[in-house]
């Protein structure tokens, strides 16, 4: 009897080591799927660095962009004072050429 007692304590032992192992076996396969789940680190930080490139990329082409609008606005500017100084220069023409006409 004590034989028969002690064998089934040990199945009951061994039937309780089972299910503890199944237990944790499924504790650590929720963790490990929760794990997967969550954007690893690597990938944030690839993340953060394509984002760093693509505003640099972006801060770069703003930059050229606006060298290139101040580069056309002094081209302007500099072909209107041109335009100004041609035509003062051709009312002074004018004015000397009237002046010549006017002593003959």
């Known amino acids: 009897a004590a034989r028969a007692k002690a064998a089934e304590e040990?199945?009951?032992?061994?039937?309780?080591?089972?299910?503890?192992?199944?237990r944790k076996r499924a504790a650590d396969s929720s963790a490990q799927e929760d794990k997967e789940a969550q954007p690893k680190p690597a990938d944030d930080e690839e993340a953060a660095r394509k984002k760093a490139a693509e505003e640099e990329v972006?801060?770069?082409k703003a930059a050229e962009e606006?060298?290139?609008?101040?580069?056309?606005?002094q081209e302007e500017s500099q072909r209107k004072r041109a335009a100004e100084a041609d035509?003062?220069?051709?009312e002074e023409?004018?004015?000397r050429a009237?002046?010549?006409e006017e002593e003959v």
Do not use: L
């Open 66 to 73: 606006e060298v290139a609008r101040k580069k056309a606005a």
């Open 87 to 90: 035509a003062k220069e051709d």
């Open 98 to 100: 009237k002046a010549a």
């Open 10 to 22: 040990e199945i009951a032992r061994k039937k309780a080591a089972q299910e503890e192992a199944q």
């Open 93 to 95: 023409k004018a004015a």
């Open 58 to 60: 972006a801060r770069k």
